[in-house]
């Protein structure tokens, strides 16, 4: 079954800066978010700074379809971009793209691995959404009295997807990867 959801191409893009230069990385980061919004199919775009000590940088770039990915990274401005960040990183940036909800379970500093089996996908997305869909409209509501409905809608959908994105995947992808990702056998 195709779904337009099953479509959606996320390119997890890794970078490592060089020492002293990652202001100039994040300012830079900043002028081509503003690009990148601009461009049909394009979904948006997050940054994960690096953790303390680290100079590694990963950005998830979401598209509508691989097509729309395509056409823009065939774009002069695309290619303007990846030169001047190339001026601020250590070497040419790693990148993945991912089909659907599979950009969720990839692990930073491990090598790239076909995504899981689908079942698994949307069992463990399903075991990290049920909390966060009971827990934070309860945390929402009280906060917000006379807000527009959807406007609280707007607000809990959001801190549910950050917090799948940043906190809750990540972590259940780390817990459960010897079941998402068993070694073959022979």
Same mark, same amino acid.
């Given at each position: 079954m195709d779904t337009s959801a099953d479509q959606t191409l996320t390119a997890i893009v890794r970078r490592r800066i060089k020492p002293g230069a990652e202001a100039d990385f994040e300012a830079m980061m900043q002028e081509f978010v503003a690009v990148m919004i601009r461009h049909p199919g394009h979904l948006g775009i997050n940054m994960i700074r690096p953790e303390p000590?680290? +100079?590694?940088? =990963?950005? *998830?770039?979401?598209?509508?379809?691989?097509? @729309? /990915? +395509?056409?823009? =990274?065939? *774009?002069?401005?695309?290619?303007?971009?990846? @030169? /001047?960040?190339?001026?601020?990183?250590?070497?040419?940036?790693?990148?993945e793209e991912r089909i659907g909800l599979a950009f969720w379970f990839t692990?930073?500093?491990?090598?790239?691995?076909?995504?899981?089996?689908?079942?698994?996908?949307?069992?463990?997305t399903l075991l990290g959404v049920y909390p966060l869909t009971m827990l934070l409209p309860r945390l929402v509501l009280p906060v917000t009295p006379g807000w527009p409905h959807w406007l609280r809608a707007l607000l809990v959908a959001s801190l549910i997807v950050a917090s799948l994105t940043w906190l809750i995947m990540p972590n259940l992808t780390r817990l459960f990867e010897p079941w998402l990702f068993p070694e073959k056998k022979g």
């Amino acid at each position: 079954m195709d779904t337009s959801a099953d479509q959606t191409l996320t390119a997890i893009v890794r970078r490592r800066i060089k020492p002293g230069a990652e202001a100039d990385f994040e300012a830079m980061m900043q002028e081509f978010v503003a690009v990148m919004i601009r461009h049909p199919g394009h979904l948006g775009i997050n940054m994960i700074r690096p953790e303390p000590g680290s +100079r590694d940088y =990963t950005v *998830l770039n979401r598209f509508a379809t691989q097509g @729309d /990915r +395509r056409r823009f =990274t065939e *774009l002069p401005e695309y290619r303007y971009w990846m @030169d /001047r960040l190339r001026e601020v990183s250590e070497a040419d940036p790693e990148i993945e793209e991912r089909i659907g909800l599979a950009f969720w379970f990839t692990l930073p500093g491990r090598p790239a691995r076909h995504p899981p089996p689908r079942p698994k996908m949307a069992l463990l997305t399903l075991l990290g959404v049920y909390p966060l869909t009971m827990l934070l409209p309860r945390l929402v509501l009280p906060v917000t009295p006379g807000w527009p409905h959807w406007l609280r809608a707007l607000l809990v959908a959001s801190l549910i997807v950050a917090s799948l994105t940043w906190l809750i995947m990540p972590n259940l992808t780390r817990l459960f990867e010897p079941w998402l990702f068993p070694e073959k056998k022979g």
